[in-house]
């Protein structure tokens, strides 16, 4: 064999060589691009999942918060009803409270008054007695009393119901000094009371304290709660 057909087998098959390099370069770049193609297609479509989920999240986050307000909303509510009707009653606190205050006037002779029949102001008006025992008052036990109206009368032209507690007393100055604290520290406790501008027609020391029909509504510690949020 020649050299010059050693050197042309040669050439043949570095050409060879030389074409199979191309080819397998253009196979891997072809292929890497796919590849490439395919992981971007995938990262974009985990993207728009991940985007998803997020949006469902928030979405049951928001919807799990305006159903805990919902719930919020109606516990509140049904907690103003419920102070808008409860009893008056007088906490361990309030208790020691008022009598604290009342001590000052110890063996003041006091009667204290409800209407019949009506449980709630019974109740409070044991409760207030109570305290008074215990402030050294000379005090009757609460006593009911009825109240009768008179049939015939227009409608309005008679004086409403009274609520709250009502305090009247004797000409008596010391009387009348012990019944302005109980009506002030009544008030500072959140219930309704007043002092009658009426006087017992008596001048002994006497007070008569009456636990009319409870207020509409809250008393106690939730009106001062209200009266604070406003």
């Known amino acids: 064999m020649t050299t010059n057909t050693i050197n042309n087998i040669a050439n043949v098959v570095l050409i060879a060589s030389l074409i199979l390099g191309v080819i397998s370069t253009y196979t891997i770049v072809v292929t890497g691009n796919k590849k490439e193609r395919q992981l971007r297609q995938e990262l974009s479509q985990a993207k728009e999942r991940a985007a998803n989920a ?20 109606e516990k509140l509510a049904r907690v103003l009803i419920e102070e808008s009707i409860a009893w008056r009653r007088l906490s361990t606190e309030q208790q020691v409270s008022l009598e604290s205050k009342l001590n000052f006037f110890s063996g003041q002779l006091v009667h204290v008054w409800y209407g ?16 008074l025992k215990e402030a050294d ?19 309005g032209t008679i004086s409403s119901l009274e609520t709250g507690v009502t305090v009247t007393c004797s000409h008596n100055k010391s009387s009348l000094d012990a019944s302005k604290v109980v009506v002030r520290e009544l008030l500072a406790l959140g219930f309704d009371s007043s002092l009658s501008l009426r006087t017992e027609n008596t001048d002994s020391p006497l ?4 636990v009319n ?6 008393q106690g510690m939730a009106k001062l709660r209200k009266q604070l949020h406003k």
């Open 137 to 155: 008052w000379q005090v009757f036990s609460p006593a009911s009393m009825i109240t009768l109206a008179e049939s015939g009368n227009p409608f």
């Open 54 to 73: 997020e949006w469902r999240a928030a979405e049951a986050h928001q919807k799990a918060a305006e159903a805990y307000k919902k719930a919020e909303e």
């Open 213 to 218: 029909v409870r207020p509409k509504g809250p």
């Open 207 to 210: 007070i008569k304290i009456t």
């Open 116 to 131: 019949a029949g009506d449980k709630e102001a019974e109740t409070f008006a044991w409760e207030i007695a109570a305290v």
